[in-house]
């Protein structure tokens, strides 16, 4: 993945052997995701492929990971905001995201971080290293894609 310098809403969606932040970025990179029970930002020491991080770059950089590509994951979320992770691969339709209960994504929608316009706009698709805010309105557990043997 190819970073320009400066903050990017970013997944990384390979599960590695060392999946710290200061192998994946190092150089004062910092690298922040959401805490859905403090309702805060928090600094992160490893990168999980399920979620999203606000990952603030001083100069440009490249990102390798190698490892196990997820084509689809499960996770227990609770009630309320999350940053998500995408999908290793092409792009897909987020109609792909499924709770149990359903209940919990009626009336939601899918958030990306557009950078040109320094705005959120309603995502239609789940793109490879991309970072995604969904708002749940019950616990349960969220599904992107088909999960494999992760």
């Known amino acids: 993945m190819e970073l320009e310098a400066g903050l990017h809403m970013v997944s990384i969606p390979v599960q590695g052997a060392d999946m710290s932040v200061d192998t994946l970025f190092p150089d004062g990179t910092t690298v922040r995701t959401w805490d859905p029970d403090t309702k805060s930002y928090v600094e992160a020491t ?17 990102v390798t990971v190698s490892g196990t590509p997820l084509d ?25 995201i499924s709770a149990d209960p359903s209940s919990a994504l ?19 698709q789940i793109e490879q290293g991309k970072g995604y805010w969904v708002v749940l309105s019950e616990a349960c557990e969220l599904t992107v894609g088909t999960p494999g043997d992760q």
């Open 46 to 62: 490893t990168i999980d492929p399920t979620k999203s991080y606000w990952v603030d770059v001083p100069s440009e950089c490249t």
């Open 72 to 96: 689809g994951w499960t996770a227990t979320l609770s009630a309320g905001w999350h940053m998500i992770g995408s999908l290793y691969g092409d792009p897909v339709g987020v109609e792909t």
């Open 106 to 124: 009626e009336g939601s929608s899918v958030y990306c971080w557009n950078p040109s316009t320094g705005r959120y706009d309603v995502a239609t």
